[in-house]
């Protein structure tokens, strides 16, 4: 265990549904990041929380809803999603934006 | 924009074999560079933390480098094992934009 926990491990929607993905760490870390992986492609940044705050938008489709509540819990809510946002996405933390960071083990999203 | 390049993309050596994976960045701007394991289908696991005013960072039989001016690291990897198996992905800081950046890696298969 890295110290960042992702849930579910495995995802399976239909493109119409509502389903959330849960990011948790307990390392004291201060940023929040989500990343989507996709078959034969570099890692792209989604989103970046600094002390609970979104500090990054990198042009992502409104389909995806990431929250913050506090520094220790970050969510990713998906609706309406389609058949090519089925990827693995993976959570990270690090203490500042400046620093290593520690991945999660990610949630493999299948949307049929 | 910072771009980052692995090479190989895929590396097939014999158990027990030394062996250096490359990459290479645009943009000397960098505040680290982190070096992470990826088996099938799981999260990242760092390996190596460099930060830009190191010039190398050892770990076991893993030692990685850092020469910012060329643009350049390696990660060397003694004595292979079967176990090293992996893909191995190079992600640098990027001190103009706060964002890690990620090669698209190298796969490693270590036969015995």
């Known amino acids: 265990e890295t110290g960042v926990t992702q849930t579910p491990r495995h995802l399976v929607m239909g493109m119409t549904n509502k389903k959330s993905l849960k990011c948790e760490q307990h390392l004291g870390h201060n940023a929040m990041y989500w990343y989507k992986q996709s078959a034969k492609k570099p890692l792209e940044l989604m989103f970046v929380?600094?002390?609970?705050?979104?500090?990054e938008n990198n042009s992502v489709p409104s389909r995806f809803s990431p929250e913050c509540p506090n520094s220790s819990h970050l969510f990713l809510h998906l609706h309406t999603l389609q058949p090519e946002d089925s990827a693995l996405y993976l959570c990270a933390s690090s203490p500042g934006q400046n620093y290593g960071y520690t991945f999660g083990s990610g949630t493999r999203l299948t949307v049929v | 924009k910072q771009e980052v390049t692995q090479i190989p993309a895929a590396l097939s050596v014999p158990e027990g074999e030394n062996l250096v994976l490359n990459c290479s960045f645009t943009d000397s701007a960098i505040y680290n560079l982190q070096w992470f394991r990826q088996d099938p289908g799981k999260g990242l696991t760092s390996l190596l933390l460099i930060q830009s005013s190191q010039r190398e960072q050892t770990s076991g039989r893993l030692n990685a480098s850092l020469d910012k001016s060329s643009g350049r690291s390696t990660l060397y990897i003694a004595a292979s094992q079967p176990g090293d198996s992996a893909t191995y992905l190079c992600a640098v800081g990027s001190s103009k934009t706060g964002k890690l950046i990620f090669g698209q890696g190298t796969t490693l298969q270590v036969k015995p």
């Open positions: 929380y600094n002390f609970k705050e979104q500090t």
